[in-house]
């Protein structure tokens, strides 16, 4: 078991029945390049034991352990943490280098989950909306790391996005899906756990970026303010729609403008408020939302929803 410590960077303790139908293909193709730990890996063919391996998904059939990536191509997850990461670079041994540099700063700072893959032309955006961190490979095959980028911000996936690249004349288009970092390679880790500490700071401030809204007497619901695309007035409460779920609550419109910070929502039409940070067009009579979603807007408010987009992007 220590071998496969030693190899993963992981610990073994408290992993079980975390796997699919495939984890002993997945897990023979993870150690193809280490012989002497494939052959003891292969004795454990229906042994109990192998229910003690971490979370580890690569191989043929993609990742297993993660159902939302489920077609991703040589991929892998490692680790258990309170961060989620996710690292696409098609080269086999840079996504190694970078996938145990961010281990390692995961291993100081109370862990880290990883999913690696060496392709993105099979993975669904909407499945990383919940990543807290996206190191990209500008140039990857099929579809490179900036136009994955722009259809995560499409998909309202909030992740700090770093891009990793050989090509440093290329970090101004990082601006354009508000990148966090740019990363010239060789990678170094210094600049990984600088990186790391960063997005880490941006984790906890989302976190107490929240509200918690009353449904009926015992129930609570939290939402991250990310999570919110619009409100909208309905009778005497109001209802909240996020990317996946629509709920109500017994709040009038006006308690819910006053509940959520002026600064990222803006009162659009007598009948909505909209997260600004979710609109992708405005148009004179309608808004069309990140998921390609549409609100409308009002003429006695749109051109405070106007100025308040031109302030939020930077006059642009």
């Given at each position: ?67 939302g ?16 990461v ?17 281990q ?39 579809k ?39 990363i ?36 609570q ?33 006006a ?62």
């Amino acid at each position: 078991m220590q071998a496969i410590a030693t190899v993963i960077g992981a610990d073994l303790g408290g992993f079980a029945d975390e796997f699919g139908a495939c984890f002993e293909e997945s897990l023979f193709t993870f150690f193809h390049d280490v012989p002497p730990v494939f052959d003891w890996v292969n004795g454990l063919r229906g042994n109990p034991i192998r229910k003690c391996i971490p979370q580890i998904c690569c191989g043929r059939k993609g990742i297993c352990a993660n159902p939302g990536l489920k077609r991703a191509k040589s991929s892998f997850l490692v680790g258990e943490g309170s961060m989620q990461v996710f690292i696409a670079e098609d080269n086999y041994y840079e996504l190694e280098r970078l996938r145990r540099q961010v281990q390692s700063w995961g291993s100081r700072h109370g862990g880290v989950s990883i999913t690696a893959v060496q392709c993105v032309a099979e993975v669904g955006p909407a499945d990383l909306r919940t990543y807290d961190a996206v190191f990209l490979d500008v140039e990857l095959p099929g579809k490179d790391g900036f136009a994955f980028a722009q259809e995560l911000r499409g998909a309202g996936c909030s992740a700090d996005i770093v891009f990793v690249t050989n090509h440093p004349e290329l970090s101004l288009k990082g601006y354009t899906v508000h990148a966090q970092d740019y990363i010239i390679k060789p990678v170094e880790q210094e600049r990984i756990d600088a990186a790391m500490d960063y997005i880490a700071r941006n984790c906890r401030l989302k976190e107490r970026r929240s509200i918690v809204l009353q449904r009926g007497i015992s129930q609570q619901d939290r939402y991250f303010l990310t999570e919110i695309l619009y409100v909208e007035a309905s009778n005497h409460s109001s209802i909240v729609y996020t990317y996946d779920k629509t709920q109500s609550y017994a709040l009038t419109f006006a308690q819910m403008e006053k509940l959520l910070p002026a600064e990222d929502f803006k009162k659009c039409h007598r009948g909505y408020i909209v997260n600004l940070h979710a609109v992708k067009g405005l148009r004179r009579n309608s808004i069309t939302l990140v998921d390609g979603r549409e609100i409308l807007v009002s003429t006695t408010y749109f051109q405070s929803v106007k100025d308040a987009l031109i302030a939020l992007r930077g006059g642009q």
